[in-house]
């Protein structure tokens, strides 16, 4: 090994602000993935970055060793573009659950690699394993199989793809290094690179609710993710979307996948549907089929009107091990022992669902993790919430607690009186989704 690729002269060279060659960022990944650096200097390149930044040149230069410290996916044989979503997680956002049936029976193919919640946001493994006999854990054999039977596959991320980001993501985690764009870029594409796709459609939110907190940070991270993607040869595309309130009006894990099947079905919540549309729209346009929004929305609601993307998602299910059934009879779903309806405490109009106390409140109640380890109780978590802009009456309820504990429950109730304001005019509306960068 040449002397300028020993990790010290590397965490050094950054340290002093200086670029890393592409040479350099290939030993530093390569040691997180063979173990041939130590986690101290690991950890120290990591902080060096967090504090020293990367190039434009060498985030695409991280996110390509990124995703080849692993397998590539091969899923040339598959007809047609295959284009995939992401978002950077929110509470309440299930809409990868009814979006991909959704785009898949329009006819672009959608292979998705998900990952858990950890903290206030989210997994979509999570959810799709309250479905009894959903398996996640597919091989990546199998995963390129189903992609190619039926155009879509729903799985967790493989040993085989990208191990390099499983070790750095953990020492991010516990070395104050994650909100750093470069490596969030890195860690995000080279999964997603990795899985075999062709394009990429992202959702970065912003607002409480959200990793980003202002809309300028999620249009920095939105801008670095769709350049580094290029960078990548995919064709990449961003919106933005508003986190303030949950999405939807449920949080909670096998309560979100119900609220998922009620959207299949036509039901969903008007914002949850907005989000899901103006997603789905994209995926269809750089998927070919369709050549503008209009008409992509167009596609996306003729589906759920026909059925057909429901079906596909019972297909899904069934080819995942799961139980079909719970399409048409939901209640087959985990379901939670108690179920407590806040009331308002006063009559007006609802001016604030403060996002993060309510995925506070589901966490206290078991639906999410404040540890990797920690195990999650599917059936708990929040439904029927109100909706900021939402006249309400004193004592009408303001949503419910499902809970399979007493304690856990009151103490969420407390957490949940503080996320709803409720004020005599109504206020004004931000929009859900502010930009579109492509």
């Known amino acids: 090994m040449s002397s300028s690729l020993f990790p010290q002269h590397i965490i050094a060279k950054k340290r002093d602000g200086g670029a890393l060659s592409r040479e350099e960022i290939g030993a530093f990944v390569r040691g997180a993935t063979d173990a041939s650096w130590a986690d101290y200097q690991l950890s120290a390149l ?41 978002s950077t997680g929110g509470v309440g956002d299930k809409v990868s659950i009814p979006l991909a049936p959704m785009v898949v029976a329009c006819g672009v193919p959608v292979p998705m690699i998900s990952g858990r919640g950890l903290g206030h946001s989210g997994g979509t493994l999570d959810k799709l394993e309250t479905i009894p006999g959903f398996r996640t854990d597919l091989s990546l054999e199998d995963y390129c199989a189903q992609v190619a039977k039926i155009g879509c596959a729903l799985i967790g991320q493989t040993k085989d793809l990208a191990p390099s980001d499983k070790k750095l993501y953990a020492l991010r985690d516990v070395t104050a290094t994650v909100e750093c764009i470069p490596l969030i870029c890195g860690s995000i594409l080279s999964k997603k ?107 996306l609601r003729a589906v759920i009107t026909d059925g057909s993307a429901r079906e596909k998602f019972r297909e899904i299910v069934i080819a995942q091990g799961g139980d079909g059934r719970v399409i048409d009879e939901p209640d087959r779903l985990p379901q939670a022992a108690l179920k407590i309806t806040l009331p308002a405490t006063a009559t007006g109009i609802i001016a604030e669902v403060d996002a993060m106390h309510v995925a506070l409140a589901a966490l206290r109640l078991g639906a999410g993790r404040t540890k990797a380890e920690d195990k999650i109780d599917p059936g708990v978590g929040v439904s029927g919430l109100v909706k900021i802009g ?28 503080e996320a709803f304001r409720i004020v005599d005019v109504k206020p004004s509306m931000a929009p859900l989704i502010t930009d579109l960068l492509c």
């Open 193 to 299: 690179l990795a899985e075999g796709i062709d394009a990429l459609v992202l959702d970065v939110k912003f607002g409480r609710g959200a990793f980003m907190k202002t809309e300028a940070q999620a249009q920095e991270l939105a801008s670095a993710l769709v350049k580094v993607g290029r960078a990548g040869g995919k064709q990449v595309r961003a919106l933005l979307t508003a986190m303030d309130q949950p999405l939807g009006c449920t949080v909670g894990n096998a309560l979100e996948v119900e609220e998922s099947i009620a959207c299949l079905r036509g039901e969903g919540p008007e914002d949850l549907m907005e989000v899901t549309y103006a997603l789905g729209a994209q995926m269809l346009m750089l998927g070919g089929v369709a050549k503008d929004a209009t008409e992509a929305e167009a596609k």
């Open 390 to 417: 939402q006249p309400i009456k004193a004592g009408a309820p303001l949503c419910v607690i499902h809970a399979n504990d007493e304690a856990a429950a009151n103490a969420a109730a407390t957490m949940l009186a």
């Open 46 to 86: 990591l902080m060096a970055i967090f504090l020293r930044g990367m190039t434009p040149e060498e985030t695409a230069d991280y996110t390509d060793a990124m995703m080849r410290s692993g397998v590539v996916a091969d899923l040339s044989h598959v007809p047609g573009i295959k284009v995939d979503k992401h």
